[in-house]
C-alpha cells in the first residue's frame, strides 16, 4: 500500500519564526489533506490539497503531486500552533492513510 | 451547522469485553468512516461506510465490525477487547465516497484494562 513519510519528526520554534513540514507518498494520490490534531486529540482540517497551491491566513500548502510531495507553511508561528501535525492521502476513495506526524512546540 | 458528533467521549472496560461507539455525521454527509489511533501513531483506517455499505475495510481482525443507518449515523463494534484496542477511536464524515475533505469528530478515548 502506500506509504507516507513526514519531516521533521519534531520540531521546537520561538514564537515568531517561520517553518515548513514536508510530506512525501509513495504513489499517485487522489486526495491529500493536512490536519492539526490539538491536545484534545481534535483534528482540525487545514487543507484539501491533492495538488497545487492553497492559503488560508498564516498557513499555506503546496502540493507537487508528479514529485510526490506536500509542503506546509507555518508563518509567524504562535504558541496556539503547537501539536502534531498530520499529513494524510488516498489513493482512492476515502480511506486515507496518515503519516506519523510532526510534533510543533511553539514557545513564548 | 453541527459537526460531527461521538459518544461517548470516554470508556473504560477490561479484557473480554465488549464495547460500541456512536457517530453522527454532519447533516447532509452520506459517507462516514473508522479510524483508530494509538498514542504516539497516526490514525489508522478501520472502515468506510457510504448509503448503508460498506465500501472499505482496514487490516483489523474480524472482532472490529460497524453498520450504518437509514439516517447515515454509524456504530463501531469491537467484541473480545484486547488491552492493545485501548486507542482514540475517531470518526469522520465525508458528503460522498469520492476523493474529498473528511471531517472529524472529537474521538472516543478507549481504555481497556
Known amino acids: 500500500g502506500i506509504q507516507v513519510e513526514q519531516s521533521p519528526p519534531d520540531l521546537i520554534l520561538q514564537e515568531g519564526a517561520n517553518s515548513t513540514l514536508r510530506c512525501n507518498f509513495s504513489d499517485s494520490v487522489n486526495n491529500l489533506q493536512w490536519f492539526h490534531q490539538n491536545p484534545w486529540g481534535q483534528l482540525i482540517n487545514l487543507f484539501y490539497?491533492?495538488?497545487g497551491t492553497k492559503q488560508n491566513g498564516r498557513l499555506s500548502a503546496t502540493t507537487v503531486a508528479t514529485e510526490r510531495y506536500s509542503l506546509l507553511y507555518i508563518s509567524s508561528s504562535q504558541t496556539t500552533d503547537s501539536g502534531v501535525y498530520f499529513c494524510a492521502v488516498a489513493e482512492y476513495g476515502n480511506k486515507l492513510v496518515f503519516g506519523a506526524g510532526t510534533i510543533l512546540r511553539v514557545k513564548s | 451547522d453541527a459537526g460531527v458528533t461521538q459518544s461517548p467521549t470516554h470508556l473504560i472496560k477490561t479484557r473480554g469485553q465488549q464495547v460500541t461507539l456512536r457517530c453522527s455525521p454532519i447533516s447532509g454527509h452520506k459517507s462516514v468512516s473508522w479510524y483508530q489511533q494509538v498514542l504516539g501513531q497516526g490514525p489508522q483506517f478501520i472502515f468506510q461506510?457510504?448509503?448503508?455499505?460498506?465500501?472499505g475495510r482496514g487490516n483489523f481482525p474480524d472482532r472490529f465490525s460497524a453498520r450504518q443507518f437509514p439516517n447515515y449515523s454509524s456504530e463501531l463494534n469491537v467484541n473480545a477487547l484486547l488491552l492493545g484496542d485501548s486507542a482514540l477511536y475517531l470518526c469522520?464524515?465525508?458528503?460522498?465516497?469520492?476523493?474529498?475533505?473528511?471531517?472529524f469528530g472529537p474521538g472516543t478515548r478507549l481504555l481497556v484494562l
Open positions: 461506510y457510504y448509503e448503508k455499505e460498506e465500501r
Open positions: 469522520a464524515s465525508s458528503s460522498l465516497t469520492l476523493s474529498e475533505t473528511q471531517y
Open positions: 490539497i491533492p495538488s
